[in-house]
């Protein structure tokens, strides 16, 4: 009662506070504030979230896009290879430098939007992409123009060369972009002009002399082991395009962004297309194939360019971060404008809140991904850490800012901030499976916490996660009434809460994450309760001498 009193009376008299919340949610224009008032903050006690919501993240239809990639080259050249009836030859010297061309002009666009982004970011593996992408369009392009019969060329051999090294470079070219601070990506982001100045004139150069003069040296007669050498090129290529693909389809699971998307399938349909241009019969529809899945699959990349483009209309914001290493990065492109209103509005009330929930976040997705946690997973679990204090913002200012300690009254108040947290976010479909670690980030494994008194397994692995991460950054944070506690302090006091505040199997994959930033549990023991009081009163402002001999008081984290 006495939370739904203050909750009413915060609430009507904070009105930046909840046009910022009804900007966020969207809430129908049908309903008052009043309304609004009442059904958006009151906490909901009865209404328990036991153990994990079902995650959220990509989409049926877009994990079906991935399988098709996947699968459709290999059906596709099995069953034209099998049923001979289905493979008519179709031959068209000029059919088929209009293909190319087709293949070419896309290749080429996704090179000027690359190149567009790197020259503003200096980002090399946006560079290397654009390279990439050069390269696929001039040898392509190459590729039409050696055809025989095409402005009087001969039979040469160029035009079977040249599109196994356009797929070969491009799946070089992203294999480097896959580690942003290795050369050849750290050489390419500090010299992008000219990295690709030298790279377009030196397959400039390439295409005129090749298109000019199909048969001469090289292009009459074979190499000495070409076809080894053939071989081996296509198959280095396809391995390394299926392994690019599959990290791009592991970060697109993380923050759905459709570039990621359109490169997996990008990938995959240039791994296809060597396998048709392999096997395929010169001429047949099993040869014209690998034009087709090239053709898709830069196209598919077109489309995700320019639906991003729309959004942002920027071609930096479209491709920045494209290959970040650091999941958190993918994660956060994926936020929604909900989910980022929502953190605003409490940043806007709770100075300690800035910068806290985006830490606290950035630690629970470090732990999570040492417990093997699938992408959908871990973007759940930022999202919810990342949320976990928005019930704050129904706290009214005179509690959340108060310099001293709280009352009995108001510390009751405070501890329906999860309750309030999570009607809030309840009221938004996109965030709803974040809900269980914004109710349950005060519950403790022994089931001595708030606000249902949950235990053990009946918290969610995310909410589990989320209290340890939020207990290590309120203790090695400064505060107006201490300093940050040193690590290995804070390190004794987490691991005296092993098994009574924390689950044992989240503590010992933050601490192997702690031991690779360099922190490790020093000499001493800890006293969990020190820890559990320091970490409660993130609000409190109790006298530095008090402070000094007695645990802090219960609090506001």
Not at 271 to 281: I, R, V
């Amino acid at each position: 009662m006495v939370a739904t009193t203050l909750a009413t009376q915060s609430f009507a008299s904070d009105r930046t506070a909840y046009h910022l919340l009804d900007d966020a949610l969207d809430l129908s224009s049908d309903d008052t504030p009043q309304q609004h008032q009442a059904d958006g903050l009151r906490p909901t006690r009865n209404r328990k979230i036991v153990g994990s919501n079902p995650v959220s993240g990509a989409q049926p239809s877009d994990h079906g896009v991935v399988l098709l990639a996947l699968l459709a080259p290999q059906g596709t050249l099995l069953l034209l290879r099998a049923v001979p009836a289905l493979d008519p030859v179709l031959r068209s010297a000029v059919g088929h430098l209009v293909v190319v061309g087709a293949i070419s002009a896309c290749a080429l666009a996704v090179a000027v939007a690359a190149a567009t982004a790197a020259a503003r970011g200096r980002d090399g593996s946006l560079v290397l992409l654009a390279l990439g992408c050069l390269a696929v369009g001039f040898l392509m392009l190459g590729h039409g123009l050696v055809t025989p019969g095409i402005g009087g060329r001969p039979a040469n051999l160029w035009v079977g060369r040249l599109p196994v090294l356009a797929i070969a470079a491009f799946a070089a070219c992203l294999l480097a972009a896959a580690w942003p601070q290795r050369p050849p990506a750290v050489w390419a982001g500090r010299w992008p002009r000219g990295t690709l100045t030298a790279g377009g004139a030196a397959l400039g150069l390439g295409l005129v002399a090749v298109s000019l003069w199909p048969a001469a040296g090289v292009g009459g007669r074979p190499l000495e082991g070409e076809a080894r050498i053939r071989l081996a090129l296509m198959l280095g290529a396809a391995v390394v395009l299926l392994a690019v693909a599959a990290v791009h389809w592991w970060r697109w699971r993380l923050g759905s962004d459709r570039m990621q998307l359109a490169l997996a399938v990008a990938c995959l349909l240039s791994a296809g297309a060597l396998l048709s241009l392999q096997l395929g019969t010169l001429w047949r529809l099993s040869w014209w194939d690998y034009h087709a899945f090239l053709l898709a699959g830069f196209a598919a990349a077109i489309y995700a360019v320019l639906t991003g483009y729309r959004r942002s209309r920027t071609l930096h914001d479209v491709l920045d971060g494209v290959f970040a290493t650091d999941p958190m990065a993918h994660i956060s492109r994926g936020y929604s404008e909900t989910l980022r209103a929502l953190i605003g509005a409490v940043e806007a009330r709770d100075a300690y809140t800035h910068g806290h929930s985006a830490r606290v976040a950035e630690l629970a997705v470090g732990i999570g991904l040492r417990l093997g946690l699938r992408p959908e997973a871990l973007r759940t679990l930022a999202e919810g850490a990342y949320l976990h204090d928005v019930g704050k913002v129904g706290i009214p200012d005179h509690v959340l800012n108060k310099p001293g300690a709280l009352t009995d009254e108001e510390r009751a108040w405070i501890q329906e901030h999860p309750i309030v947290g999570s009607d809030i976010v309840g009221r938004a479909p996109s965030l709803r499976d974040a809900l269980s670690v914004i109710r349950q980030h005060h519950e403790r494994y022994d089931g001595e916490g708030y606000p249902d008194g949950l235990a053990g397994k009946e918290i969610s692995l995310a909410a589990r996660i989320v209290a340890v991460a939020d207990v290590w950054d309120a203790l090695t944070s400064d505060r107006a009434y201490r300093p940050a506690w040193p690590p290995d302090r804070a390190l004794r006091h987490l691991e005296a809460g092993r098994g009574s505040h924390f689950d044992p199997d989240c503590l010992d994959a933050f601490l192997a994450l702690m031991a690779e930033r360099g922190h490790r549990l020093g000499h001493g023991d800890g006293d969990a309760a020190v820890a559990d009081a320091a970490a409660e009163a993130c609000h409190d402002h109790p006298e530095a001498a008090d402070l000094a001999a007695t645990p802090p008081a219960l609090g506001r984290r």
